[in-house]
């Protein structure tokens, strides 16, 4: 008898249960680029600077650039310090020009960047080694806007700021395309400037270092 009850008992049991429903699995939300299409840029600056321990530091690389007949055109302003010693000690301001073909090729790669909903949190695992980039495009009333302070490879992840009318959206990419699409312009951003400024502040230190060693009032014997 108490077996045919708890047959009894565990059947109602089944019958009444609800069915179990699979819990979803929270995803990030990847999606492309909520804004009006890049190829209508009007306007592009690229911040691209570091600081850290050099004796040649901050280093700082700014580009104004605007389409014209859809070539990217304007000025590169480049600067660089001297470790120990405030303010800039060597600069230049030259005038670019990036092709049509590489511009377009450039606006076409970054408008391929996966955006998510999140807080950026920038790699920062080492010290003396503080990048900041920052490429800000103009399109009509809006602006878009890639930032990055990451010491992480691709300087991943990206902050993705758009500015539409009062409305401001901020995203994360874990993508390594704005990277990528700064190095298609890269050979058109004045390196050579780069590198010959450098070798210049390097060479003044050099020489303000070796007018500072006090001369040696007394001979060494020759002892051979």
Known sequence: MQKKLLTLLLLTCSSCAAPIEPVAQSQPLTTPLPMP??????????RNDWNGYSDITPILRHYKLRIEHQKLVGNAHIAIGGYGAAGIHQQQTKRVTIPAAVTTKFLATLAKTSLQVGSYKPISDRTDDYPSIEIKLKIDRQQVIFSSQSQGNNYVPWK?????????????SNSAIPAQALQILDPYLDRQGIDRIIQQRRQKINRNFK?????????????A
Do not use: F, G, W
Not at 40 to 46: H, N, R, S, W
Not at 214 to 222: A, G, I, Q
């Open 211 to 223: 007018s500072k060693i006090p001369s040696n009032k007394y001979s060494v014997p020759n002892r």
């Open 37 to 46: 299409t890049l190829m209508q840029t009007e306007t592009v600056e690229i």
């Open 160 to 172: 993705v700021t758009v500015i539409q009318a009062n409305k401001t959206t901020s995203y994360i």
